[in-house]
């Protein structure tokens, strides 16, 4: 069968490099879960040495031509073919009540999503690593105080650890993006139920950081704080210039306040 022909609207950006393939699988620390799901498998670079891994590994995959590539390439696959967009499908059919890894050379144009979609399945993924844009897998693990730090890296850091693993040339894949790659990973927090509305800090965090030149007493204008609470001197900070400790901590004053 032929190989399979990029599709841009896709985010198709094929590894060459099967080194850095087993560098990524090896991101998999394989404690905690016995599954792993492999998000964008395209012909299977990476499936490759996933495979190798003693773990169950199923792939889901948007493109019909991929997965007809797979199928026909990969016999250890078989059943295991998730013809689906990760953003749209319920993880319940496959992994109902199970904890599993998430793994990938994710597709680029949709990477936001895919963090947002892995934080709403937290309960069941203590561990999502592999490759990014450069710029997304830093912010992911980016601290306070830096410009790329913001809303993703306060919320994943809320609920993993974060690691910025290595970085991966542009030249490696076919066809080349127009910017570098990194690669991450994300190992959820022993106790991560956080000490305070969980809807609530999302949006403080959102809202902070929508205007992240502004201090926290104008960017929160729009949540109707009471004019005591906005006497805190939290309030005199920019979002950047907070950790997560702190905007739980800012979370929490404006619970109390009774918004
Ligand atoms: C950057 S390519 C990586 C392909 C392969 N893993 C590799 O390393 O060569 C991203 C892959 O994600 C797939 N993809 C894009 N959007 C997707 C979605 N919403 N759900 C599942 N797969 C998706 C693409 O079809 C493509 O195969």
Same mark, same amino acid.
């Given at each position: 069968m032929d190989k399979v022909k990029a599709k841009k609207h896709l985010g198709q950006h094929f590894l060459k490099d099967e080194s850095i393939a087993k560098d990524i699988a090896d991101?998999?620390?394989?404690?905690?879960?016995?599954d792993v799901l492999e998000i964008?498998?395209?012909?299977?670079v990476l499936t490759k040495y996933v495979l190798d891994k003693p773990i169950n590994t199923y792939v889901i995959e948007i493109d019909t031509e991929s997965v007809d590539y797979l199928n026909a390439h990969y016999p250890k696959l078989h059943g295991k073919i998730i013809s689906k967009d990760f953003l749209k499908y319920n993880i319940n059919e496959v992994f109902e009540n199970k904890q599993f890894a998430i793994i990938g050379n994710f597709p680029y144009n949709i990477s936001s999503q895919i963090v947002f979609r892995v934080l709403d399945l937290k309960e069941q993924i203590p561990e999502f690593s592999g490759m990014f844009q450069k710029e997304v897998a830093e912010r992911i693990c980016e601290k306070k105080g830096?410009?790329?730090?913001g809303i993703l890296s306060v919320l994943a850091q809320a609920f993993y650890d974060t690691e910025y693993l290595f970085t991966v040339s542009e030249?490696?894949?076919?066809?080349?993006?127009?910017v570098k790659s990194g690669v991450m990973r994300m190992r959820r927090k022993?106790? /991560?139920? @956080?000490?305070?509305?969980e809807k609530l800090f999302f949006t403080v965090v959102k809202t902070a950081f929508q205007?992240?030149?502004?201090?926290l007493r104008n960017s929160l204008k729009t949540l109707n704080l009471s004019d005591n609470l906005r006497?805190?001197?939290? /309030?005199? @900070?920019?979002?950047?210039?907070?950790d997560v400790a702190q905007f739980i901590e800012l979370t929490q004053k404006i619970e109390a306040d009774g918004i």
């Amino acid at each position: 069968m032929d190989k399979v022909k990029a599709k841009k609207h896709l985010g198709q950006h094929f590894l060459k490099d099967e080194s850095i393939a087993k560098d990524i699988a090896d991101t998999l620390s394989l404690q905690g879960y016995d599954d792993v799901l492999e998000i964008g498998p395209g012909m299977g670079v990476l499936t490759k040495y996933v495979l190798d891994k003693p773990i169950n590994t199923y792939v889901i995959e948007i493109d019909t031509e991929s997965v007809d590539y797979l199928n026909a390439h990969y016999p250890k696959l078989h059943g295991k073919i998730i013809s689906k967009d990760f953003l749209k499908y319920n993880i319940n059919e496959v992994f109902e009540n199970k904890q599993f890894a998430i793994i990938g050379n994710f597709p680029y144009n949709i990477s936001s999503q895919i963090v947002f979609r892995v934080l709403d399945l937290k309960e069941q993924i203590p561990e999502f690593s592999g490759m990014f844009q450069k710029e997304v897998a830093e912010r992911i693990c980016e601290k306070k105080g830096s410009k790329t730090y913001g809303i993703l890296s306060v919320l994943a850091q809320a609920f993993y650890d974060t690691e910025y693993l290595f970085t991966v040339s542009e030249h490696v894949f076919n066809p080349p993006p127009k910017v570098k790659s990194g690669v991450m990973r994300m190992r959820r927090k022993e106790n /991560f139920s @956080l000490p305070c509305g969980e809807k609530l800090f999302f949006t403080v965090v959102k809202t902070a950081f929508q205007q992240r030149r502004k201090t926290l007493r104008n960017s929160l204008k729009t949540l109707n704080l009471s004019d005591n609470l906005r006497e805190d001197s939290i /309030f005199d @900070l920019r979002p950047e210039q907070l950790d997560v400790a702190q905007f739980i901590e800012l979370t929490q004053k404006i619970e109390a306040d009774g918004i």
